[in-house]
C-alpha cells in the first residue's frame, strides 16, 4: 500500500518525537522529578505504523500503557503527556488521577484503559459490536503486550469478536518480555498470532521493527474490517529495549548482550537508516528533525512545570456522572 | 392496576425500556432463544429480534466486558448474569471497569449499564445458585446497588437503572420471582428513583431495615408480632449504595430500636453499615444495641432441604428477633 514520502517522513517524526520525549521521561525520572514513567522504547515503530492505518477521529482506539507513540500519533501534544507525569490537573487523560501512560483522549475516540491487564479487550469488542449495531464503518484498533494475552479477557474478547465478525484488530506488541517473564513461558505458541486460528479469525505476524510492514498488515486489517469481513490478530515482534518501568531493574533477568544485541535493530535506527538509504530523508534532514525535538521536548517539559497541580480536595469527584431525567 | 409477579414486572420494564431507546439491547446467556432461564426476557427476542437480545457465549466476563464496551461506544446495555453466584468472573470487569471510568477519566467516559443478577436461596439450589452478593458491590463507590422487593419497584427502578448514565447492579430475589405478586399501573408510565428507601408499614416500637426477599418475610413477621401488641416500622431500603441515611436515622429516631435483616451472612454484611451508620449518627436515639438478623457465617447455602432451612432466614425467624430485641 502506498504511503506518500510526506506521510512516511510525518511518521517518522513522529516515531523521533515519542522516543526523545520517553527518554526524556527517564531523565526527569532519575532526577527525581517524576514518581514512575513506563516506557515504549523500542515499540515505536509498530505502534505508530499501526495508528497511521485507522482513521483518525472517526475509528477508535483502545490502547495499553506503553503506547506513547501511537498517543502522539492520535494528536496527544508532549506537553500534554510531561503533564501526566507530573500529576498536572490539566493532563486530559484522567486530570491526573491514573498514573502516567493510562491513557485517554475522549475527542480521539481514544478510550481510557487501567493497570488489570487485558481488561481493555472486551471494550474494544463491545465498542465493535456497537459500530456493527449501528451499521457504520468504522473499526476499532486495541492494543496488548504478548504476556497479557495469557489472561482469559483476552481470549473471551477476541472470541467474542470473531463470533460476531466485529471490525476490530487486536494488535498484540510482543515485546518479547511480560516484565521479566520471556514468552516461552506465556505462550507454548511461536507467536501470539497462532492464537487465532483456535478462536477463528486471521492471525497475522509482522516484523515490529519495520514501520511501513506493520502499516500494510494494520491497514489490510482495517479494511477487512470495515467491510465488515471480521477481526484480525496481529502479532508484530519487536524488543523491549528498556526496563519494564521506572521502578524495574531487568539486569536481574536478562543480559546487557542481549539488551546490546536488540539495541543493534533498534527501530527508530532501523527506520532512519531506510529512509535515508531509499532517498526519502537526508542526514541533514534528520538532524533538523532531532535539534526540533529537543526544542519540542523542552519546550513541553518547561510549560508542564509551569501549569498547577490539582487541589487535594478535586479528588473527590467525579464519582457518578449526572443524573438524567427519568421521567 | 394489575396484580403481576416480580418476574413480569421486570420483564415489562425491559420490555419498555427497549421499545423507548434503540440504544438498549439485553446480552446474556439464554436470554435470546429461551427466553432467559427465568423467562425474565420471554418474547423479547420474537419482539426485538436478534440484534438487540444477545444470546451471548458461555462467560460472565465477556457479558459484562462486551457490555462496557457497548456504554462507552453509547449503547445501554442491559447484562444479564444467570445466577449472581456466576458474578465472579465479570469482578474484574465491574471493579476496575465500569465503576471507575467515570472518575478515572476525570468525567471524558460514562458506562451507562445495568447488570441484571437473581440472587438469594430457599429454592434448592446448593452453594452456586442461592448466594446473596450484594456486599461485594456496596463497597464499590462508582457502581449504584438496588435490589427490589416487589413488582412495582422491580418495574420503576430498573426503568430508573436502565436510564442512569452510571452502572447499575440491580439483584433480583430470584425466590420471588413468582411468589411476590403485586399491583402494577397498567398502560401508565412510571419510574421509582434510585436512591430513596420507603417506609413500608410504620410502626412505633422497632425499625426494621431490610431489602429484596427479606422484606416480604419482614412484612409477615411484622403481622405476626402485632399479636404481640409490637408495633413495628419495615423500612425498604431498595437502593443498597449509595443509601439513604435520612430514612435509616429518622425511623430509628421515631423507634429508638433498630433490627436489621438480611440473607447474606453476618461478618461484613451490607447490615454492618446500616448498624455502622445508626451507631455513628443515631446513637442518641437508643435504646436498645444495633441488632443484626443475618445468613450464618458458613460458605454458602447447602442443598438438602433441613440443612437449607437451618440457613434460611423466614418469617418466623424475624419475628422472634423482633420480640428478644423488643423485650430489652
Known sequence: MSLSTEKKKEMFWVMLLSRRLDERAWVLHRQGKIAFHIS???QEAAQVGAVYAIEKGKDWLVPYYRDLAMMIGMGMTPKEFVMSLLGKAQEPTSGARQMPSHFSLRHANVVSHSAPVATQSPHASGIGFGIKMDGKDEVVLTTIGEGSTSQGEWYEAVNFAAIHELPVVFLVENNQYAISVPQEKQMAVKSAADKACGLGLRGIEVDGTQMFEVYDAVKEAVEIARKGEGPSVIEAKMYRLTPHSSDDDDRSYRTREEVEKHKKQDPLIVMKDQLIEQGLMTEE??????????????EAVEQANQSPY????????????QEVNHD | MTEITMVEAIRQAMDEE???????????????????????????????????????PLAELTIVGVGVGAALYGKRPICEIQFADFIYPAFNQIVSEASKMYYRSN??????????????????????????????????????????????????????????????????PKKGYRL????????????????????????QDISLFTYGMMHHYALQAAEMVAEDGIDVEVVDLRTLYPVDRETILKSVQKTSKALIVHEDNLTGGY??????????????????????????DVPAVPFSHPMQEWFMINAEKIANAVRELAAF
Open chain 1, 285 to 298: 534532514e534528520y538532524q533538523k528533525l532531532e535539534e526540533k525535538a529537543k526544542k519540542v521536548v523542552d
Open chain 2, 180 to 203: 411476590i405478586k403485586g399491583e402494577v399501573p397498567e398502560n401508565e408510565e412510571y419510574t421509582v428513583p434510585i436512591g430513596p428507601a420507603k417506609i413500608t408499614r410504620e410502626g
Open chain 2, 107 to 172: 468525567g471524558q467516559w460514562t458506562v451507562p449499564m445495568v447488570i441484571r443478577a437473581p440472587y438469594g436461596g430457599g429454592i434448592g439450589g446448593g452453594l452456586y445458585h442461592s448466594q446473596s452478593v450484594e456486599a461485594f458491590f456496596t463497597h464499590i463507590p462508582g457502581l449504584k446497588v438496588v435490589i427490589p422487593s416487589n413488582p412495582y419497584d422491580a418495574k420503576g427502578l430498573l426503568k430508573s437503572a436502565v436510564r442512569d448514565p452510571n452502572p447499575v447492579m440491580f439483584f433480583e
Open chain 1, 310 to 321: 490539582p487541589k487535594g480536595d478535586e479528588a473527590a469527584a467525579p464519582v457518578y456522572a
Open chain 2, 271 to 296: 447490615g454492618a453499615e446500616v448498624a455502622a451508620t445508626i451507631a455513628e449518627w443515631g446513637f442518641m436515639n437508643l435504646d436498645a444495641p444495633v441488632r443484626r438478623l443475618a445468613g450464618p
Open chain 1, 40 to 42: 515504549g522504547i523500542g
Open chain 2, 18 to 56: 427497549l421499545a423507548r431507546d434503540d440504544r438498549v439491547f439485553i446480552i446474556g446467556e439464554d436470554v435470546g432463544v429461551r427466553g432467559g432461564v427465568f423467562r425474565a426476557t420471554q418474547g423479547l427476542f420474537e419482539k426485538y429480534g436478534e440484534e438487540r437480545v444477545i444470546d451471548s
